[in-house]
């Protein structure tokens, strides 16, 4: 059974670096045809994916998050990292990361996922 797990900090300054990682258990990031990726949900809105890495180290961002995402890996501690730079008000959300099925839209494992608050 895959198991994911969010961690950092729950309170970040605006125009600050947004930065969590994700430690995944009972399966290897570097599985073949698997991406891992991040997703948040703002306060009374739907989900948003962020963007993913996949099994062969390659990145994907959202368009509209492209600029301020960095997605990277530890592969000797299984987990991977989300940097969200430059955050504002607006950035306040819960950040899950989560398993994507190849290159589908498809997320069959998730984490439970962590509130950050973008605030002074």
């Known amino acids: 059974q895959v198991q994911l797990q969010e961690s950092g900090p729950g309170l970040v300054k605006p125009s600050q670096t947004l930065s969590l990682t994700c430690t995944v258990s009972?399966?290897?990031?570097?599985?073949?045809?698997?991406?891992w990726s991040w997703i948040r949900q703002p306060p009374g809105k739907g989900l948003e994916w962020i963007g993913s890495i996949g099994f062969t180290d390659n990145t994907d961002y959202s368009p509209s998050l492209k600029s301020r995402s960095s997605i990277s890996r530890d592969t000797s501690k299984n987990q991977f990292t989300l940097q969200l730079s430059s955050v504002t008000p607006e950035d306040t959300a819960v950040y899950y990361c989560a398993r994507r099925y190849a290159s589908t839209w498809y997320f069959d494992y998730w984490g439970q996922g962590t509130q950050v608050t973008v605030s002074s």
């Open positions: 009972g399966g290897s990031i570097t599985t073949n045809g698997y991406g």
